[in-house]
């Protein structure tokens, strides 16, 4: 995987780009004024990211992951991961039938339906899960490969499926480690 250059990143005009951030070359960064990239998070090939996002420290977005966060935006905590191809957005089209519907109709001709989304520290999302509008995801939330994410999740549990369904609560001895991980990283930086 090729990653851009310090100097290629800083000129795409991000609205924030945190240190050590690695962007594959093979991304689509839009509006990128609108972005917020934190310390040490990583976006492989094949990631779109559009509209309003903000990524915390220590985020991956997998081969193939679709952020698209139009004016609400997607707002995304400290040491989150997301699998290959997740989906994450934040406005869908109205298919009642009642309109007509797509990215190539003006807006008068449309209904679209839009809001923001929030994914806590340390929440997990599994291979080609989508997040939908209004999502609400606690610290410590997982998701299971192709869940259906919607609605707001309790913390520290795991979940699955479509519809969605609470599986098992989870371990917090991450936190633990993380507070290892930061000294460590501390020490490594006094060498």
Known sequence: ????????????GFKHLGDNVKISKKSSIYNPELIEIGDNSRIDD???????VSLGK???L??????????HGIFVEDFCGFAYGVQVFTRIDDYSGLTLSNATIPTQFK????????IGRH???????IVLPGSH?????????QALVGGETEGYHLYGGNPLKKISPLSKKHLEVE??????RSQQKEL
């Open 58 to 60: 220590y985020v991956h």
């Open 123 to 129: 929440c997990k999302i599994g291979t080609y899960a």
């Open 179 to 184: 507070l290892a991980f930061m000294e460590w």
């Open 111 to 118: 209904v679209t339906h839009e809001r923001l989304i929030r």
């Open 1 to 12: 995987m090729s990653y851009m250059t310090k100097v290629e990143l800083d000129q795409m």
């Open 137 to 145: 995801l606690n610290d410590g939330s997982a998701f299971m490969a």
């Open 46 to 52: 094949f990631v779109s990211l559009s509209g309003r």
């Open 62 to 71: 997998a081969i193939g992951c679709n952020f698209a966060g139009g004016s």
